[in-house]
């Protein structure tokens, strides 16, 4: 619980070593624990592996939010809450800024980062944020197929379509309205975490551009270009994803 609203998460509570290193995992836009089910079940970490669903998604109580920082601080009270010591913090999209502000926060819990989909700065076209107020329908079908690389499979792109007609647009349109609004461009050179950044060769609304220059100056980052994946890198080559992931928390 948060300030009493209850909070989503895929893990199991009794498995979890609060003094071990812990993998975080934040999803991205209208997204839920369901997009890291691959890695809940592939990775190992130390102290285990969560998987948390933001304000409005998944069993997470509402109301969303439509800002970082205020999303950064409620992850920050569910590591509190659960007295987790050392995080490996990983996010996609929308979770990668959330991530990244936590960090840049100097959180002493913060021991490592992992960046997926991600970039310093996450504009978003104007057109698709109408559209979701507008045409929320056509808007939610069109992110499915920007979500995926032109290799996806159909059973993977009608998963993420009804998902995604499934989605409260309203909430979407928050998180979406968080990414526009993020930018560390300036400070970006200040993480000093170990940090792993996962993109997929197809990403569409990250493009591979964005991850290298996250590469270039976060001091010490490992990059990794996942071929044939798009934003979603980690539910369409899973395999590939953990195997990066899994040598990264391996040498921490």
């Given at each position: 619980?948060?300030?009493?609203?209850?909070?989503?998460?895929?893990?199991?509570?009794?498995?979890?070593?609060?003094?071990?290193?812990?993998?975080?995992?934040?999803?991205?836009?209208?997204?839920?624990?369901?997009?890291?089910?691959?890695?809940?079940?592939?990775?190992?970490?130390?102290?285990?592996?969560?998987?948390?669903e933001?304000?409005?998604?998944?069993?997470?109580?509402?109301?969303?939010?439509?800002?970082?920082?205020?999303?950064?601080?409620?992850?920050?009270?569910?590591?509190?809450?659960?007295?987790?010591?050392?995080?490996?913090?990983?996010?996609?999209?929308?979770?990668?800024?959330?991530?990244?502000?936590?960090?840049?926060?100097?959180?002493?819990?913060?021991?490592?980062?992992g960046?997926?989909?991600?970039g310093a700065?996450?504009?978003?076209?104007?057109?698709?944020?109408?559209?979701?107020?507008?045409?929320?329908?056509?808007?939610?079908?069109?992110?499915?197929?920007?979500?995926?690389?032109?290799?996806?499979?159909?059973?993977?792109?009608?998963?993420?379509?009804?998902k995604?007609?499934k989605?409260?647009?309203y909430?979407?349109?928050?998180?979406?309205?968080?990414?526009?609004?993020?930018?560390?461009?300036?400070?970006?050179?200040?993480?000093s975490?170990?940090?792993?950044?996962l993109?997929?060769?197809?990403?569409?609304?990250?493009?591979?551009?964005?991850?290298?220059?996250?590469?270039?100056?976060?001091?010490?980052?490992?990059?990794?270009?996942?071929?044939?994946?798009?934003?979603?890198?980690?539910?369409?080559?899973?395999?590939?994803?953990?195997?990066?992931?899994?040598?990264?928390?391996?040498?921490?």
């Open positions: 619980m948060i300030e009493g609203r209850h909070i989503g998460y895929g893990c199991n509570v009794d498995t979890i070593d609060v003094s071990k290193t812990v993998l975080l995992l934040i999803h991205g836009s209208g997204g839920d624990r369901g997009d890291w089910q691959w890695q809940l079940e592939g990775i190992k970490a130390p102290g285990g592996v969560i998987a948390i933001l304000p409005g998604h998944g069993e997470s109580e509402g109301p969303g939010e439509s800002s970082v920082p205020i999303y950064a601080d409620w992850v920050a009270k569910f590591v509190l809450g659960l007295g987790l010591q050392r995080v490996a913090l990983m996010g996609c999209s929308l979770g990668s800024a959330i991530s990244q502000w936590i960090c840049l926060e100097r959180k002493p819990w913060v021991v490592a980062l960046l997926v989909g991600a700065r996450l504009r978003v076209l104007p057109s698709l944020l109408d559209g979701l107020i507008n045409e929320p329908a056509l808007s939610l079908n069109s992110l499915a197929d920007f979500c995926l690389s032109r290799s996806a499979t159909d059973s993977l792109r009608n998963e993420m379509k009804a995604y007609q989605a409260d647009p909430i979407i349109h928050g998180d979406l309205s968080a990414c526009d609004k993020f930018d560390v461009i300036n400070r970006i050179h200040e993480i975490v170990p940090t792993l950044i993109v997929g060769a197809e990403d569409f609304l990250t493009p591979v551009k964005y991850s290298k220059f996250l590469n270039d100056n976060i001091p010490g980052s490992t990059l990794v270009n996942i071929p044939n994946a798009g934003h979603l890198a980690m539910m369409e080559k899973p395999e590939e994803f953990n195997a990066a992931t899994q040598n990264f928390l391996d040498s921490l």
